[in-house]
């Protein structure tokens, strides 16, 4: 079946530092891959996507490519905020599964002044 | 920003009393979708619809059921609340499509005491 791992956190980090929060996946075929973040006490929120092999998704300053060759789709950003700290989601969805969305377990970032 | 609602945000009830949590979008969706969040922020699916007179259980099995009998209103009841159902529940809503976006509402957090 589909999966996703993600890097385990809490990941704690200074202002103004470079994340990355590793994903990987296992599917068939070429699945759409998805960001999500969720903020404390709230739902998850897009936070960007790819839909095919090459693409990068880009919002707020994070970014992630779809590397087929490699199953991963790593969420970067250059200098995060305070205001990032949140649980990031990696997830997937394929034809093979009915479109239903596969999740990672989540990544708590951590973001001290 | 999303069209989708879910009430309450918290609640907190004894044990087995029936509760129901609702869901309202307001965006047509077809597809609709409970999470249940685990402490450690695991997302996982248990139930969903791909429209109206559709309800599908997940990957994580529940006690809970759900209805659809509208497009735009999904709600998830537990017959007899225990302390095991406490958590937090999440509603998501999507358009039919590979690459669309899931749209997740805020949550209802949930007390079984």
């Known amino acids: 079946g589909n999966s996703v791992t993600q890097m385990e956190g809490p990941v704690t980090l200074s202002e103004e530092a470079f994340l990355t929060i590793n994903c990987t996946y296992t599917a068939t075929g070429y699945p759409s891959l998805f960001w999500y973040v969720q903020y404390p006490g709230e739902g998850l929120q897009l936070l960007l996507k790819?839909?095919?092999?090459?693409d990068k998704g880009s919002n707020k300053g994070f970014e992630a490519t779809y590397r087929k060759e490699t199953t991963s789709f790593h969420l970067e950003k250059g200098s995060v905020q305070v205001s990032d700290s949140a649980v990031y989601f990696c997830?997937?969805?394929?034809?093979?599964?009915?479109?239903?969305?596969?999740f990672g377990g989540g990544t708590r970032l951590m973001v001290k002044p | 920003e999303a069209d989708i609602y879910q009430t309450p945000r918290y609640l907190v009830i004894g044990t087995g009393k029936k509760i129901t949590l609702e869901c309202s979008q307001t965006m047509g969706h077809d597809k609709m979708y409970w999470y249940q969040q685990d402490p450690g922020m695991e997302l996982h699916l248990i139930h969903y619809s791909y429209g109206v007179n559709s309800t599908e259980k997940g990957d994580l099995s529940s006690e809970s059921t759900v209805s659809r009998i509208r497009t735009e209103h999904f709600p998830l009841t537990l017959e007899s609340a225990r302390p095991s159902h406490t958590s937090q529940y999440l509603c998501?809503?999507?358009?039919?499509?590979?690459?669309?976006?899931?749209?997740f509402g805020q949550g209802t957090r949930l007390t079984v005491v």
């Open positions: 997830a997937l969805k394929a034809k093979n599964a009915g479109n239903m969305l596969t």
């Open positions: 998501a809503s999507r358009e039919t499509g590979l690459g669309t976006e899931a749209f």
């Open positions: 790819a839909t095919k092999a090459d």
